[in-house]
């Protein structure tokens, strides 16, 4: 099993800023995930980022607003940049230790954002 | 493309009551079906799986079948407990969305009385 850890686990920020936000796996995988949870609605894939090559960005998202970074095998950072009150929700990392089919994916408690 | 569509909640039920939370999905291909759980303050958690029609997937009591005929996957207990209070999501995987990428109900919310 693999153990997510997120930072911050919540923060309120003005619009017009950016805030970066850290995903740590306690051990490596290869598959790692951004999804977005808006107040009464389902978890939307933002991004998948693989280690040593470029975020895949979903329909809807670029990476413009929403740069990943992912330097290495247990680390992973989402940047929500210039930030309106549409942003505000649940950010969630998540992680597969391969490339093994779903059922090994695990997830993180989450970020809460709200903008003002 | 491929959904899945869940009760809204939240369903408010006293303790070892029967539950049901309902779960249909549309997919092409033969997707697995998930249900995850979130209890307050952490993160999602698998908390069982289907992989093929008539799989009968079950965990801490709970069990929800695979339904190729009716597109189904409804989550079930019979005697549910206060700390199954938490938000219980439906997934699938698989199918023709490539990398078996999950997509998500919105999730059903779980008060249990004592």
């Known amino acids: 099993s693999a153990v997510i850890s997120q930072k911050p686990s919540r923060d309120i920020c003005q619009r017009g800023t950016s805030l970066t936000i850290q995903c740590q796996v306690d051990?490596?995988?290869?598959?790692m995930f951004w999804y977005r949870q808006q107040p009464g609605q389902s978890l939307t894939l933002i991004a998948t980022?693989?280690?040593?090559?470029?975020?895949?960005?979903e329909s809807g998202f670029v990476i413009d607003k929403f740069p990943i970074s992912r330097p290495n095998l247990t680390f992973s950072t989402l940047t929500v940049s210039n930030m309106s009150p549409e942003d505000s929700s649940i950010y969630l990392c998540?992680?597969?230790?391969?490339?093994?089919?779903?059922?090994?994916?695990?997830f993180g408690p989450g970020t809460r954002l709200l903008v003002l | 493309g491929n959904s899945v569509t869940q009760m809204e909640g939240p369903v408010t039920l006293s303790e070892e009551a029967f539950l049901t939370i309902n779960c249909t999905y549309t997919?092409?291909?033969?997707?697995?079906l998930f249900w995850y759980v979130q209890y307050p303050g952490e993160g999602l958690q698998l908390l069982l799986k289907?992989?093929?029609?008539?799989d009968k997937g079950s965990n801490k009591g709970f069990e929800a079948t695979y339904r190729k005929e009716t597109t189904s996957f409804h989550l079930e207990k019979g005697s549910v407990q206060v700390s199954d209070s938490a938000v219980y999501f439906c997934?699938?995987?698989?199918?023709?969305?490539?990398?078996?990428?999950?997509?998500f109900g919105t999730g059903t919310r779980l008060l249990v009385s004592p």
């Open positions: 998540s992680a597969r230790p391969g490339w093994q089919g779903a059922e090994t994916q695990y």
């Open positions: 051990s490596q995988v290869t598959m």
């Open positions: 980022a693989n280690q040593g090559s470029e975020a895949t960005y």
């Open positions: 997919a092409t291909g033969y997707p697995s």
């Open positions: 289907a992989t093929k029609a008539d």
């Open positions: 997934a699938l995987s698989g199918g023709n969305t490539g990398f078996q990428k999950l997509v």
